[in-house]
T-cell receptor, first 116, second 114 residues
Framework: AQKVTQAQTEISVVEKEDVTLDCVYE???????LFWYKQPPSGELVFLIR??????QNEISGRYSWNFQKSTSSFNFTITASQVVDSAVYFC?????????????FGTGTRLLVSP | DGGITQSPKYLFRKEGQNVTLSCEQN?????MYWYRQDPGQGLRLIYY???????QKGDIAEGYSVSREKKESFPLTVTSAQKNPTAFYLC?????????????FGSGTRLTVV
């Protein structure tokens, strides 16, 4: 069975602080995709990144960076110099690659509150 | 601009009443999905459809029904058999074969039982 765990229910930081959101996953598949989504107060989920299981390179996009470690089954997300607009719920998700049906398994989400 | 439109944004249901949530996409995507979001539980899959006139149950299909008569539309009916329907409902879509960008989501419908 597949499972995604986001142990941090809520994180509060002050603007300009760095913050890391943890994601640990479980799967028996050798190939899979990992995702991060942002859910602002408006409710819509916004895609942030997809990572293939065979690509363990870390990625940086502006203030966002992702650390994928297959050895520890983790795919952590770091926001550098956080801003108030980063306040949202962030979801980590996992998807198998060896089926025609592309079901996403979501973690329970981490609510990030960035105060001025 | 292409996207997914969900309506209404807020919906109130009386006990024993069926209600239908609308999901329309103009992205020409083949596959469409319905997810339910509850506080502290993440998103759970209700139904999905990979092609017109075909749909499959997800993990929590009991008390829900769907149809897929048009590629653009995937309405979800919450029936009276769903005992705890109060939740946030999200519709999503993806092209056949997928893309590198994951699902496209709508902005959701918040359903409350009164």
């Amino acid at each position: 069975a597949q499972k995604v765990t986001q142990a941090q229910t809520e994180i509060s930081v002050v603007e300009k602080e760095d913050v890391t959101l943890d994601c640990v996953y479980e799967t028996r598949d050798t190939t899979y995709y990992l995702f991060w989504y942002k859910q602002p107060p408006s409710g819509e989920l916004v895609f942030l990144i997809r990572r293939n299981s065979f690509d363990e390179q870390n990625e940086i996009s502006g203030r966002y960076s992702w650390n994928f470690q297959k050895s520890t089954s983790s795919f952590n997300f770091t926001i550098t110099a956080s801003q108030v607009v980063d306040s949202a719920v962030y979801f980590c998700a996992l998807r198998r690659t060896n089926t025609g049906f592309q079901k996403l398994v979501f973690g329970t989400g981490t609510r990030l509150l960035v105060s001025p | 601009d292409g996207g997914i439109t969900q309506s209404p944004k807020y919906l109130f249901r009386k006990e024993g009443q069926n209600v239908t949530l609308s999901c329309e996409q103009n992205l020409n995507h083949d596959a469409m999905y319905w997810y339910r979001q509850d506080p502290g539980q993440g998103l759970r899959l209700i139904y999905y459809s990979q092609i017109v006139n075909d749909f499959q149950k997800g993990d929590i299909a009991e008390g829900y029904s769907v149809s897929r008569e048009k590629k653009e539309s995937f309405p979800l009916t919450v029936t009276s058999a769903q005992k705890n329907p109060t939740a946030f409902y999200l519709c999503a879509s993806i092209p056949r074969g997928g893309t590198g960008y994951g699902y496209t989501f709508g902005s959701g419908t918040r359903l409350t039982v009164v």
